[in-house]
């Protein structure tokens, strides 16, 4: 019946998560009367499946780093590598901080930070307005008083000086890359940059250079094959000891710089 154990898997995480079936419904009564509402949930289900959705956006429902957020075809789902990003400005900076998560999607990356540094100031800004209404969501489920939400296309908002760090998984992805196929659930804003996947990095360099204060850092999150390109890009904007986070399997993620005083 199940074409792979990852697709049955996933069938009996739905059943769990969704129709609240515990496991004597699963495993032991195989004579269960299904109502018509758990029936139609079924079938939307494998309709979903057949059209290759991702579960998360099936559940509507994304771990990441401590938390479950809620997802929807308005955001990118949540990455487990972005979680390093989360995990180093957690364990390297002030809990006092006043940090932007610039292109916050659902918020993951500054809810999970905030809720980690009740006492810093952290904003959370996108230019989809669906986007934002995702994050306020997640804002509001997870109690995260100290996320602050701004409608901005990129950093044109912001003051001089006005952020101690800035962080982003900003669209990284080139618009030639076969890997968009696997990946048509997702909004395309949210994945894809011109200029090789490095058009909307440039722009995020650039722009803060004058929005963090000196001294200030900057952590962007980047493809694999996308680190000495990016170095080079901070190296030229006025930032210095630019370092290169990788993940368990030594795959380069995220390019941090701090701006020269
Ligand atoms: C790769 S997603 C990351 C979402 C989330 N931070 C995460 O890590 O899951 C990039 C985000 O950048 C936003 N974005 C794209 N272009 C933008 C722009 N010009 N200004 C601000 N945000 C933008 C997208 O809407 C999307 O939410």
């Known amino acids: 019946m199940f074409y792979s154990d990852e697709a049955k898997n996933e069938f009996i995480y739905y059943l769990k998560e969704s129709l609240g079936f515990n496991y004597n419904d699963i495993y032991l009564n195989s004579e269960r009367f299904l109502t ?3 029936e139609n949930l079924i079938k939307d289900f494998k309709k979903k499946k057949e059209e290759g959705m991702p579960l998360d956006y099936i559940l509507n429902s994304s771990k990441f780093y401590e938390n479950d957020f809620y997802i ?9 590598e972005t979680e390093i990003l989360v995990e180093y400005v957690n ?32 904003y ?19 109690n995260a008083d100290n996320f602050l939400l701004i409608h901005a296309n990129w950093l044109s908002c912001f003051g001089n000086k006005s952020f101690d760090l800035i962080v982003s998984n900003p669209p990284y992805i080139d618009e030639n890359d076969e890997h968009l196929n696997d990946l048509k659930h997702e909004p395309y804003s949210a994945l894809v940059s011109k200029d090789h ?20 850092v900057l952590m962007i999150e980047h493809g694999h094959d996308q680190e000495s390109e990016v170095k ?8 210095s000891n630019i370092l290169c986070l990788k993940d368990l399997s030594s795959i380069p993620r995220i390019t941090i710089g701090t701006l020269k005083i």
């Open 124 to 142: 959370g800004s996108d230019n989809s307005i669906g986007a934002l209404e995702v994050a306020s969501i997640n804002k509001r489920n997870l």
């Open 232 to 239: 080079n890009i901070f190296s030229t904007s006025n930032f």
């Open 36 to 38: 018509e509402q758990e």
């Open 197 to 216: 996947g490095l058009g909307d990095i440039k722009k995020i360099v650039s722009q803060s250079t004058s929005i963090l204060r000196e001294g200030g």
């Open 91 to 122: 364990n390297h900076f002030s809990s006092t901080l006043k940090l932007l998560d610039v292109g916050t999607g659902s918020g993951c990356i500054g809810i999970s930070i905030a809720l980690k540094n009740l006492s810093a100031t952290v």
């Open 72 to 80: 929807d075809d308005r955001v990118l789902i949540p990455r487990p």
